[in-house]
């Protein structure tokens, strides 16, 4: 379970939660206004979760991005997801009866 510290115990213990979260492993979170605001993880579970895809929003973007890709590949052109709802709405609107 991660240990949670105010940001102004994190600025006066700097050194000692950097122990423990680098020497022991233990994560903490740090609050801010009461609230979560981030967390600390050692190098080792940072990369373990990096290596597992589940740290950063980049690495889902640049995952999704390849998926396209090899979709395109097998597949021929994929539009792109505007262009299929626009063609979606204006096929909805010739369709729908016209009010006036």
Do not use: C, K, N, W
């Amino acid at each position: 379970m991660a240990t949670p510290v105010t940001a102004t115990e994190l600025r006066v213990h700097l050194g000692e939660i950097l122990r423990r979260v680098g020497h022991e492993g233990e994560p903490v979170v740090v609050e801010r206004s009461g609230r979560p605001f981030a967390v600390l993880l050692s190098l080792a579970e940072y990369e373990r979760l990096q290596a597992a895809g589940a740290v950063g929003a980049a690495g889902a973007l640049e995952r999704a991005r390849a998926l396209r890709q090899r979709v395109r590949e097998r597949t021929g052109v994929v539009a792109a997801p505007e262009d299929v709802l626009a063609g979606l709405r204006q096929e909805r609107d010739d369709a729908a009866p016209r009010l006036r």
